[in-house]
């Protein structure tokens, strides 16, 4: 049986959350900076900054479980392992040091409830399992807030790759959006006001 899709609503209440609990804030000035240097990195598929080969593995395992590729693409193929890496690389250099905890500590629960050592090696249940045990704390929180800035920015500056992102939300890009945009506007050019 498969889970019933999110809707738009739900999703941006739970962005919200994700965004509020994270340890990481990020103005949108800045998440189009980050955004403008992952894409350079991803398009010369250049190493991580920030993150070790193996954190970035796992990083990116996390990132794949918040928003998976099923029928539609996902984090991993909108890049948002070069968003984070950059993020963690740059302005929010400091939290990276909590992230490591988090990740040694969900690595310590992988180790005793499967024998694995490595969260990324681990059965997609198994994932789901881990990050739903830790889903209310501050690590995935903050993991789960860049993902979601890393899969849904504007894909000039980086993110969003071949704007998957915004093909899953069912996002309409246009280089201009013409009358009525809502409601409120066709019942005012109705009235001739």
Aim: aromatic letters at 10%.
């Amino acid at each position: 049986m498969s889970e019933p899709k999110l809707s738009r609503r739900a999703f941006l209440q739970q962005t919200g959350v994700a965004a509020r609990s994270s340890l990481i804030a990020l103005s949108l000035p800045m998440i189009m900076s980050a955004s403008q240097q992952a894409r350079a990195a991803q398009a010369m598929d250049a190493p991580m900054k920030a993150l070790q080969p193996d954190e970035a593995a796992e990083f990116a395992a996390i990132a794949a479980r918040i928003i998976p590729t099923d029928e539609t693409p996902g984090a991993t193929e909108a890049g948002a392992i070069y968003f984070i890496d950059n993020v963690l690389s740059t302005s929010h250099a400091n939290v990276l040091p909590e992230l490591r905890e988090g990740l040694a500590a969900l690595q310590a629960s992988a180790q005793s409830t499967y024998g694995s050592a490595s969260f990324h090696t681990l059965e997609p249940a198994q994932q789901d399992a881990l990050l739903t045990e830790i889903e209310r704390g501050s690590f995935f929180n903050t993991m789960r807030f860049l993902t979601i800035a890393g899969t849904f920015s504007l894909p000039e500056y980086g993110g969003n790759r071949d704007h998957i992102g915004w093909k899953m939300i069912g996002f309409e890009d246009r280089h201009m959006w013409m009358p009525p945009y809502g409601f409120y506007d066709a019942d005012y050019a109705a009235k001739g006001e």
